[in-house]
């Protein structure tokens, strides 16, 4: 998402991973600070947060809990706004004929240092008394430079989805920002800067078991664990099948088919474009533990347990992140197609966004209505840089293109995959529901290359990106070439007493393989995560337990459109069909090939 998209502000509590009553939970900010002021060390506490955390709130209850402690703001510490937007330049360039509202930025790749005057830091320090407490609070009052003199850390987490309501109702001011910034630059800012900052500074607190009271801060509760309730929600969440809590997003396209199968309200929204289910930027995990539910942030439980998740291969391989991503895009009795885009390849990704490799994807044809076609590949009669001609003209005076006439309509059926490697020229067309998969990137970045000349639901015309997508399309790749490479027929793979396996997704530049399983009313699959993950989505059919095969007692039951993270701790783990039809499995997961040593 990188904040482009503001989430629909609706929690889906369908997706409940239960976990162990938690004794003494704290789930108030004035019972937090109440406890935090008896618990508390002399000496120096850093106080620290993801962007948006509810710290000032906090500061004030425990100054009025205790007259003990005093409070330090770490923002004293910053350089001057403008040495900070200096420092950020090259991370945020300001290009608004290529990125007409700067959705595209480079990931910081620094840590806290530049941003902090450090001979004031070491004054403060060294002039800090032992016999009381000092609560430094604020963005980056965690950072590696406070670390080492502090004697307890207090964290608020905050989810992607409350970060991203937050921001766009302007409730959170980026760092050095500023005065009069507008929402394009806050978001961006947010994104490739405050948030990539926030979740270093949390991974290395995580990993190293650093924190010594663990807040979440969210639209559901804000609660406090201890560092011993933490590591135990963790253990049990690592070793059983996952469900993350979908976050819907409206979009000018969007369709009807999620919004009232998964009962978004309609005072809420009109249309859903997009369910993010499980991607890891984006994700949180909704925990019930006994009475209490908590949102806990998907890659906070990957910095605790991401070796055990994806297996000790993937862990090495891709650092701790899942890298397979899932959303829904649904144009199902929407007003027109997503539009006409292609994604960056491994060199565009890796220099000009600081991300992983080339960003790329795949489509899974869930549900269809009349006349339902998913565009993939150029024409072979066509020139494509005729199409991209127009739509480059489309871009300056909003004029038609017979996109049609140039870009290859494939009739969607249930069931189809096609694979879409990056640089191929592709879009969902109207009156689908698609289960949409891709690589691992940090952010999502699409090249819009022709859009209807629709406006937005901003009322806006839609952002057009015919510059890049220029550097990233893969002209060559022609309807002959989609047809047999990434729009094959499915092969059958395996077979067994009530179920078949059929391979449905696989091409040599995509790392991810995908199969569809087909199971028969009552029936039982079983499968082998070897030492790594998969990840099954119900796409027909009712309802599935999933459950380990050497522990039953770990299990999730799974509905429709369910898409569930099986984790590489599970091993061997069984599927058993539920209610009165067949369930049909979408299986995802890594190839042995791709995966290093």
């Not at 990125?99 to 840590?111: A, N, S, W």
Request: glycine share 8%.
């Amino acid at each position: 998402m990188g904040f482009a998209y503001k989430p629909i502000p609706f929690d889906d509590l369908t997706a409940i991973n239960p976990v162990a009553p938690i004794a003494g939970l704290k789930t108030s900010i004035d019972e937090i600070a109440r406890a935090l002021a008896q618990e508390l060390p002399k000496g120096l506490v850093l106080l620290d947060g993801f962007p948006s955390a509810n710290i000032a709130s906090l500061v004030g209850q425990l100054s009025q809990a205790s007259a003990d402690i005093a409070c330090a703001n770490v923002a004293q510490f910053y350089r001057s706004p403008d040495a900070i937007q200096a420092l950020l330049a090259p991370y945020l360039p300001m290009d608004r004929e290529t990125d007409p509202e700067l959705i595209f930025g480079k990931l910081f790749d620094q840590g806290f240092e530049p941003f902090f005057e450090m001979e004031a830091i070491q004054t403060f320090l060294g002039a800090l008394p032992a016999d009381k407490t000092t609560v430094l609070y604020g963005f980056g009052s965690a950072a590696p430079m406070f670390r080492n003199a502090a004697q307890a850390i207090i964290y608020i987490d905050v989810t992607p989805k409350d970060l991203g309501l937050r921001v766009f109702e302007g409730q959170y001011q980026c760092i050095g920002a500023q005065p009069g910034s507008d929402l394009d630059a806050v978001l961006r800012q947010t994104y490739f800067i405050d948030n990539e900052l926030a979740v270093k500074t949390r991974k290395e607190l995580i990993t190293s078991q650093a924190i010594d009271f663990y807040l979440l801060d969210s639209s559901l509760s804000f609660s406090l664990l201890r560092k011993a309730d933490l590591q135990t929600v963790i253990e049990q969440l690592q070793s059983r099948p996952l469900r993350a809590k979908p976050i819907y997003i409206e979009g000018v396209w969007g369709g009807q088919f999620l919004k009232r199968y998964r009962n978004v309200p309609d005072h809420l929204v009109d249309k859903v474009a997009w369910s993010f289910e499980l991607i890891h930027t984006e994700a949180s995990l909704l925990v019930k533990a006994g009475e209490h539910l908590l949102d806990i942030p998907f890659l906070t439980v990957m910095d605790a347990a991401a070796e055990r998740i994806v297996g000790p291969r993937m862990f090495k391989q891709f650092g701790g992140y899942l890298p397979i991503r899932f959303n829904y895009d649904d144009t199902w009795h929407s007003n027109g197609n997503m539009s006409i885009q292609c994604h960056p390849n491994d060199e565009m990704a890796r220099e000009m966004y600081g991300d992983f490799a080339a960003q790329h994807e795949a489509y899974y044809v869930v549900l269809t209505g009349h006349g339902a076609k998913t565009y993939c590949g150029f024409k072979k009669e066509k020139d494509p840089q005729e199409f991209l001609e127009l739509a480059r003209q489309s871009e300056k005076d909003a004029s038609i293109v017979d996109y049609q006439e140039y870009i290859h309509g494939i009739p969607s059926s249930v069931g189809r995959q096609i694979l879409l490697p990056a640089g191929t020229i592709h879009g969902s067309g109207r009156n689908q529901l698609v289960l949409e998969l891709g690589t691992m990137t940090m952010s999502a970045y699409t090249y819009k290359i022709y859009d209807y000349t629709r406006m937005d639901i901003t009322g806006k015309p839609r952002p057009l990106h015919t510059k890049l997508a220029e550097q990233a399309l893969r002209f060559e790749r022609d309807e002959d070439w989609v047809m047999e490479n990434i729009a094959f027929e499915p092969r059958l793979v395996a077979e067994g007493a009530g179920w078949k396996e059929l391979l449905v997704g696989q091409f040599d530049d995509i790392y991810f393989e995908t199969h569809r399983v087909e199971m028969e009313t009552g029936g039982r699959y079983q499968g082998d995560n070897g030492d790594g993950f998969c990840v099954l989505t119900i796409v027909d059919g009712e309802a599935a337990r999933i459950q380990s095969l050497e522990d039953p007692s770990k299990y999730y039951d799974a509905r429709y459109l369910d898409v569930i993270l099986v984790p590489a701790s599970l091993g061997r783990y069984e599927v058993i069909a539920q209610g009165k039809q067949p369930v049909v499995l979408h299986k995802a997961f890594v190839r042995e090939d791709k995966i290093d040593g």
